[in-house]
């Protein structure tokens, strides 16, 4: 199984300053026959499934704002906010679709200083 | 885009069994693969079980393997997860989620989710 550990466990950031999200996979998600990294962002609300900002481990989903970006490969992966505001308070969590079982990381819970 | 919303969750005793379903709407539900991943309380998410488009090739979390299934009837557009000999570290918000792309393949990511549905395994 590849198990994803993400880091820090939670984090403060003020409103208008860059917040940082890793994950890193135990074994590569690069799928060498299209170069891409199977690894997605979630963002998650109290009360609230899961929602996708980021696939493909770069491509920012629709309507996302473009504060969020993506960035890694292979194993290592990066969440960036680059300007937070407040609606962006949540739990983030990254997911590897390369392989079953797919595995999410533990979570990375985001909160305003 | 379509959605996904999810049925069935309850109270159960331990050793019981329980079915949840899955209403997916706005899209040809055949078309694509479906998993369901779950959240306990005040938890992180876990992957559970996967089911492919054409419903011919299913896999399961070695947590459930061998007591919960996953089926679909694109018939009636509904997925299910027959839940057998719950315990109680099977509580949990059940989502149901289709993945993003059409096709042959579950490797993507999940979009839409459902809501959830709790299940609660307890005495």
């Known amino acids: 199984d590849i198990v994803m550990t993400q880091s820090p466990g939670s984090l403060a950031v003020s409103l208008g300053e860059r917040a940082t999200i890793n994950c890193k996979s135990s074994?590569?998600?690069?799928?060498?026959?299209?170069?891409?990294?199977?690894l997605a962002w979630y963002q998650q609300k109290p009360g609230q499934p899961p929602k996708v900002v980021i696939y493909w481990a770069s491509t920012r989903e629709s309507g996302v704002p473009d504060r969020f970006s993506g960035s890694g490969s292979g194993t290592d992966f990066t969440l960036t906010i680059s300007s937070l505001q407040a609606e962006d308070v949540a739990v983030y969590y990254c997911l590897q679709y390369y392989s079953t079982p797919m595995t999410f990381g533990q979570g990375t819970r985001l909160e305003i200083k | 885009q379509g959605q996904v919303v999810e049925s069935g969750g309850g109270v159960v005793q331990p050793g019981r069994s329980l079915r949840l379903s899955c209403a997916a709407s706005?899209?040809?539900?055949?078309?694509?693969?479906f998993h369901w991943v779950r959240q306990a309380p005040d938890k992180g998410l876990e992957w559970v079980a996967v089911i492919s488009n054409d419903g011919s090739k299913t896999d399961y979390a070695d947590s459930v393997k061998g007591r919960f299934i996953v089926f679909r009837d694109d018939s009636k557009n509904m997925l299910y997860l027959q839940m057998n000999s719950l315990r109680p570290e099977d509580t949990a918000v059940y989502h149901c989620?289709?993945?993003?792309?059409?096709?042959?393949?579950?490797?993507?990511?999940?979009?839409?989710w459902g809501q959830g549905t709790l299940v609660i395994v307890s005495s």
């Open positions: 074994q590569s998600v690069l799928y060498n026959s299209n170069n891409k990294n199977y």
């Open positions: 706005g899209f040809t539900s055949s078309n694509y693969a």
């Open positions: 989620a289709r993945v993003r792309d059409k096709g042959n393949s579950w490797f993507n990511w999940f979009d839409p």
